[in-house]
């Protein structure tokens, strides 16, 4: 669990870490709330004492010219939105938030994002009901950030979805030993025939049939789960074959490759997002939504857009530690400070309270929804009366007060 008000009911808690992969694996504290919260190296006791949490709760717009630059949906009337019109401005990380069934997806999903993708994209889905979206001449594209898998095939990986595999591809096919036996970078790529094992064609793994039960997998016998073939392996670069090479996790790989002008930002974006611990072979079915959903963000970071990219996020946070949610936001912010817009439905307080713009719906969800019950800055919302997520914000703040005292 990483719900705090979960965390803080229960009788006993069990705490793993300190990081994640081979970073992780280690008991870190047990027992009660207040002996978790007294543990100095608990990363989860810090997070409950309050520790650097909403320090930067905004009081104002970080930048009120952003408004002069703005999308603005309007005649919102889709499901329980009733006829409202919403202004998002652009170049700011704005949170749109309510309780649940308060029309958010409503509006940010099927609505808004549906209308950007047909205008940009030429996509077919068919808005929600509204009037119109102006401001679209401010935003050269749009990117969904979800936590979906990476791809339909489990031979996706960290390496093929960034792109760092193209490169370390070419590289091999740049070696002494792959020119003089006339390899492509093809011959490197475990999806086609030349390079790779053919028993197990590529993926490392042999599929048994249990008939009534799901199948299992066992290394391939003749790869050794490494996928190549002999001669492919045979070409090394700094000592390391491609099947080495994958095995490397971002955070190794990214000090293996740092001559490499091409690969060096790719693996470095992977690290930023918190995910140096992961394998580049590891197989996508093998991560979580949370990981899909960093790689997509890294994936983002390496690019050297300027056309003004608005990235929609439908609760980034689920599924995600205190620490990883710190993670995320300093990600959000700098593509923010490139000059892009970001707009993420959320209810983690965290985020909320470090977001430029809130747009909070309510009052409550279904019928008793589908209003814009405030706008401002996080510092605004918290003297909204009718905000529900201003009330939130408020106790947030005391709560943490409260928990500071106690360390």
Same mark, same amino acid.
């Given at each position: 669990?990483?719900?705090?008000?979960?965390?803080?009911?229960?009788?006993?808690?069990?705490?793993?870490?300190?990081?994640?992969?081979?970073?992780?694996?280690?008991?870190?504290?047990?027992?009660?709330?207040?002996?978790?919260?007294?543990?100095?190296?608990?990363?989860?006791?810090?997070?409950?004492?309050?520790?650097?949490?909403?320090?930067?709760?905004?009081?104002?717009?970080?930048?009120?010219?952003?408004?002069?630059?703005?999308?603005?949906?309007?005649?919102?009337? =889709?499901?329980?939105?009733?006829?409202?019109?919403?202004?998002?401005?652009?170049?700011?990380?704005?949170?749109?938030?309510?309780?649940?069934?308060?029309?958010?997806?409503?509006?940010?999903?099927?609505?808004?994002?549906?209308?950007?993708?047909?205008?940009?994209?030429?996509?077919?889905?068919?808005?929600?009901?509204?009037?119109?979206?102006?401001?679209? =001449?401010?935003?050269?594209?749009?990117?969904?950030?979800?936590?979906?898998?990476?791809?339909?095939?489990?031979?996706?990986?960290?390496?093929?979805?960034?792109?760092?595999?193209?490169?370390?591809?070419?590289?091999?096919?740049?070696?002494?030993?792959?020119?003089?036996?006339?390899?492509?970078?093809?011959?490197?790529?475990?999806?086609?025939?030349?390079?790779?094992?053919?028993?197990?064609?590529?993926?490392?793994?042999?599929?048994?049939?249990?008939?009534?039960?799901?199948?299992?997998?066992?290394?391939?016998?003749?790869?050794?789960?490494?996928?190549?073939?002999?001669?492919?392996?045979?070409?090394?670069?700094?000592?390391?074959?491609?099947?080495?090479?994958?095995?490397?996790?971002?955070?190794?790989?990214?000090?293996?490759?740092?001559?490499?002008?091409?690969?060096?930002?790719?693996?470095?974006?992977?690290?930023?997002?918190?995910?140096?611990?992961?394998?580049?072979?590891?197989?996508?079915?093998?991560?979580?939504?949370?990981?899909?959903?960093?790689?997509?963000?890294?994936?983002?970071?390496?690019?050297?857009?300027?056309?003004?990219?608005?990235?929609?996020?439908?609760?980034?946070?689920?599924?995600?530690?205190?620490?990883?949610?710190?993670?995320?936001?300093?990600?959000?912010?700098?593509?923010?400070?490139?000059?892009?817009?970001?707009?993420?439905? =959320?209810?983690?307080?965290?985020?909320?309270?470090?977001?430029?713009?809130?747009?909070?719906?309510?009052?409550?969800?279904?019928?008793?929804?589908?209003?814009?019950?405030?706008?401002?800055?996080?510092?605004?919302?918290?003297?909204?009366?009718?905000?529900?997520?201003?009330?939130?914000?408020?106790?947030?703040?005391?709560?943490?007060?409260?928990?500071?005292?106690?360390?």
């Amino acid at each position: 669990e990483h719900d705090e008000d979960m965390i803080r009911s229960a009788d006993h808690i069990i705490e793993l870490g300190p990081g994640a992969g081979a970073h992780g694996g280690e008991l870190i504290a047990q027992g009660s709330l207040e002996d978790v919260m007294a543990e100095e190296n608990s990363p989860t006791g810090r997070w409950l004492r309050g520790t650097g949490r909403y320090a930067a709760i905004r009081n104002r717009a970080r930048n009120p010219l952003g408004m002069e630059r703005r999308i603005i949906v309007k005649g919102a009337r =889709e499901h329980n939105l009733r006829n409202v019109d919403v202004e998002i401005p652009l170049g700011m990380l704005v949170a749109v938030t309510g309780p649940s069934g308060s029309g958010k997806s409503t509006l940010v999903d099927k609505i808004l994002k549906r209308s950007l993708a047909r205008t940009l994209q030429g996509a077919k889905a068919i808005p929600g009901e509204h009037d119109q979206v102006e401001g679209v =001449e401010h935003i050269g594209r749009l990117v969904v950030v979800d936590q979906a898998p990476l791809g339909r095939s489990p031979r996706s990986n960290p390496a093929t979805y960034t792109g760092a595999f193209d490169h370390i591809r070419a590289l091999f096919a740049q070696l002494p030993l792959s020119r003089q036996r006339g390899y492509s970078a093809g011959r490197f790529s475990f999806n086609i025939k030349g390079g790779r094992c053919e028993k197990c064609q590529g993926g490392g793994a042999l599929r048994i049939d249990m008939h009534f039960l799901n199948d299992a997998f066992v290394s391939c016998d003749s790869c050794g789960g490494r996928r190549y073939n002999r001669e492919t392996l045979e070409v090394t670069y700094k000592g390391r074959s491609i099947a080495d090479v994958l095995n490397l996790t971002a955070e190794e790989a990214g000090e293996f490759f740092n001559k490499v002008p091409r690969l060096s930002p790719l693996l470095s974006a992977l690290c930023e997002v918190g995910l140096g611990y992961l394998r580049l072979g590891q197989s996508a079915n093998t991560l979580s939504g949370g990981e899909a959903q960093r790689i997509k963000l890294a994936a983002e970071l390496a690019k050297t857009s300027h056309d003004g990219v608005l990235y929609l996020l439908d609760e980034p946070t689920t599924g995600l530690h205190h620490d990883d949610v710190k993670v995320l936001l300093r990600v959000l912010q700098r593509l923010r400070d490139a000059g892009h817009s970001v707009l993420v439905i =959320e209810h983690n307080m965290e985020v909320i309270a470090e977001s430029d713009w809130v747009i909070d719906l309510g009052p409550g969800g279904g019928r008793h929804g589908g209003e814009v019950v405030a706008v401002g800055s996080p510092g605004d919302l918290i003297s909204e009366k009718d905000s529900p997520t201003g009330k939130w914000l408020a106790k947030a703040e005391r709560d943490v007060e409260k928990s500071q005292s106690f360390s």
